[in-house]
């Protein structure tokens, strides 16, 4: 190797080895820089508070249903997940205008609507545009976020909202490049972009879709079971009854379908879908300009047990008819006999007369052809 080979070889060596040295510096300063924003949780936990009796169970103090219950869990994560259409925008902006009167900030993600889609529903809710300008932070997202989106991020987080929307998981997630499906992708979205905003404080609920089949659905949303089993609030599931639109007054029943602090369900009614009833939410848009909302409280019994009373009540009025009916025939009367005796619908009329039967009011014997027969039996207790 010649002289200049030599320094050549050298030169590159001693620059080599300056770089491994800068590189070596910058991990060592970031290792160090994220030591030091990055909260420490491997240490055992303080449990002094909890023992001693000054702990106190989480309490859902965001937005509130119409007589007084809070809506969502603070600093936690929550959700709302229905099929399209089922009132899930309406749902989180009644939550969101109380937040406002209430002199707090509000953050709003979105990742399925625009901002005049959003703040033209809240307006007409009631809200006052000097309002929505000073305490509404509406956000939407078209990429995921790089360092210079989370500076901006973080400068709507130093307002301290009391709420924040996320409104499109699926987009949300999709935007992530993570995969709805995956329960690893779905804890990730999570971690990376819902946990950071409810460490400061805010309500988090996140707008999500369910499945299209009400057999297949149970409590989840669509994509990995983690969407529900992570969450540490509560999670809500919209069921509509009557469709929203302008001109009419649409109604959506609330069930919870997790409630991670357990002091929801308390205030909620067991239902035959297994979950928590919770309220209705009623929103009343004859007017486009303005529209009426509110989530009721459940009422002591829901429309299905009302309907059955209805039918038994209906099957109950018929029995005086039929006995009288049977009574005054001139030959035992069939089934068909009975019922073009009386006035009420064929299927409320065999069930009060098969209550009949049971009950020893009316007995049967075969007829010709064979029909059944029936008449009032002989014993007059009966």
Same mark, same amino acid.
């Given at each position: 190797m010649t002289a200049n080979a030599a320094d050549r070889a050298r030169i590159l060596r001693t620059v080599d080895a300056f770089e491994q040295e800068q590189r070596q510096a910058e991990a060592d300063q970031a290792a160090a820089d994220q030591d030091e924003t990055a909260p420490r949780t491997w240490g055992a936990v303080d449990l002094a508070a909890i023992l001693d009796g000054r702990y106190e169970a989480p309490k859902p103090t965001v937005g509130r249903r119409d007589d007084g219950i809070g809506l969502f869990y603070p600093g936690r994560m929550n959700s709302i997940s229905s099929e399209s259409?089922?009132?899930?925008?309406?749902?989180?902006?009644?939550?969101?205008?109380?937040?406002? @009167?209430?002199? @707090?900030?509000?953050?709003?993600?979105?990742?399925?609507?625009?901002?005049?889609?959003?703040?033209?529903?809240?307006?007409?809710?009631?809200?006052? *545009?000097?309002?929505?300008?000073?305490?509404?932070?509406?956000?939407? *997202?078209?990429n995921k976020p790089g360092p210079v989106d989370l500076v901006d991020l973080a400068a709507v987080l130093d307002h301290r909202p009391t709420l924040a929307v996320v409104d499109g998981v699926t987009e949300a997630m999709s935007m992530y490049g993570l995969e709805l499906k995956d329960n690893t992708d779905v804890a990730r979205f999570g971690r990376e972009l819902l946990r950071p905003i409810a460490d400061k404080g805010a309500a988090v609920v996140t707008l999500d879709h369910v499945v299209k089949s009400a057999e297949n659905r149970g409590r989840y949303s669509i994509g990995g079971v983690h969407k529900l089993n992570g969450l540490n609030g509560v999670a809500y599931t919209l069921d509509n009854i009557r469709p929203f639109g302008v001109g009419v007054t649409g109604r959506t029943r609330i069930y919870i379908a997790k409630d991670r602090p357990a002091q929801l369900r308390r205030n909620a009614l067991p239902n035959k879908t297994g979950m928590h009833w919770f309220g209705d939410l009623v929103v009343n848009a004859e007017q486009p300009e303005f529209t009426d909302a509110h989530i009721y409280p459940p009422a002591q019994r829901d429309e299905d047990e009302q309907?059955? @009373?209805?039918?038994?009540?209906?099957?109950?009025?018929?029995? *005086?008819?039929?006995?009288?009916?049977?009574?005054?025939?001139?030959? *035992?009367?069939?089934?068909?006999?009975?019922?073009?005796?009386?006035?009420?619908?064929?299927?409320?009329?065999?069930?009060a007369l098969a209550e009949l039967i049971d009950a020893g009011r009316v007995v049967t014997t075969p007829g010709p052809r064979n029909a059944t027969l029936h008449r009032i039996p002989d014993d007059p207790q009966k």
């Open positions: 259409e089922a009132g899930k925008t309406w749902f989180a902006l009644i939550a969101c205008l109380q937040e406002i @009167n209430n002199d @707090n900030d509000v953050l709003y993600l979105d990742f399925e609507d625009d901002a005049a889609g959003v703040v033209g529903r809240l307006l007409a809710l009631g809200a006052h *545009p000097d309002d929505v300008l000073a305490r509404f932070h509406y956000v939407r *997202p078209e309907q059955e @009373n209805a039918d038994a009540e209906r099957v109950r009025k018929l029995k *005086p008819q039929i006995l009288a009916a049977i009574a005054a025939a001139k030959e *035992p009367p069939s089934v068909r006999g009975v019922q073009d005796r009386v006035t009420g619908k064929a299927a409320d009329v065999r069930k």
